[in-house]
């Protein structure tokens, strides 16, 4: 069975501080990784992707990458009210490219 | 450019119903996937449409829910003889070509069995 787990949270900062979300992913095939941000009664929208181990950042988005302790973060520095909503993790097994999603992250940026 | 549409927004059915819910993908996208996500929920695959290669249903959960893909575009996912736990939001997405392209998702579809 090929699971992405995520802590449901939810997590709480003050606005400015870096929020940390993290997931786990189960198989060592997994290639592309996803980070997704929904806001409640609203789709997914793509927050950043990664391929290769190590950082990629974009503005105050930080995905980190460790393929070999099977691991993908997302860092959001200086956090403001707005980025509160829910985070999904998702992992590609590069079959076909269908992603499979953790539960998600209740962020929660408190001003 | 357009996004992902879907419709309809909201469907309400009774128990036992055949409901049928359409995907228009964004134009030229070659891949589309149908999602569900239950209350509290991540996103659960269902199905993925890649060109003209037999579709991957290995998330359907059970022989009630088909999906098809006519010309290349348009998709509609059926549930026959709905049952109270189908209610859920049913999205779908598409890409372009090649497993590291980005999915796009669609507003979804809130689905409701009573």
């Known amino acids: 069975q090929k699971e992405v787990e995520q802590n449901s949270g939810p997590l709480s900062v003050p606005e400015g501080a870096i929020a940390s979300l993290n997931c786990t992913y189960s198989d060592r095939g997994s290639q592309s990784f996803f980070w997704y941000r929904q806001y409640s009664g609203k789709s997914p929208e793509l927050i950043m992707f990664i391929?290769?181990?190590?950082?990629?950042?974009?503005?105050?988005?930080?995905?980190?990458?460790?393929?070999?302790?099977?691991?993908?973060?997302?860092?959001?520095?200086?956090?403001?009210?707005?980025?509160?909503?829910?985070?999904?993790?998702?992992?590609?097994?590069?079959?076909?490219?269908?992603?499979?999603?953790?539960?998600?992250?209740?962020?929660?940026?408190?001003? | 450019g357009a996004g992902v549409s879907q419709s309809p927004s909201n469907k309400v059915t009774e128990k036992g119903k055949d409901v049928e819910l359409r995907c228009d993908p964004i134009s030229g996208h070659t891949a589309l996937y149908w999602y569900r996500q239950s209350l509290g929920q991540g996103l659960?695959?269902?199905?993925?449409?890649?060109g003209n290669s037999a579709p991957d249903k290995s998330g359907l959960p059970s022989d009630r829910f088909s999906a098809e893909r006519t010309g290349g575009s348009v998709s509609t996912l059926t549930i026959q003889r709905t049952q109270q736990e189908d209610s859920a939001v049913y999205l779908c997405a598409s890409k372009a070509g090649g497993p590291r392209e980005t999915q796009y998702f669609g507003p979804g579809t809130r689905l409701l069995v009573l």
Do not use: H, W
């Not at chain 1, 403001?80 to 079959?95: I, K, R």
């Open chain 2, 44 to 50: 659960e695959f269902l199905i993925y449409f890649q």
């Open chain 1, 51 to 111: 391929y290769s181990n190590g950082d990629k950042e974009d503005g105050r988005f930080t995905a980190q990458l460790n393929k070999a302790s099977q691991y993908v973060s997302l860092l959001i520095r200086d956090s403001q009210p707005s980025d509160s909503a829910t985070y999904l993790c998702a992992v590609s097994f590069n079959q076909g490219g269908k992603l499979i999603f953790g539960q998600g992250t209740e962020l929660s940026v408190k001003p």
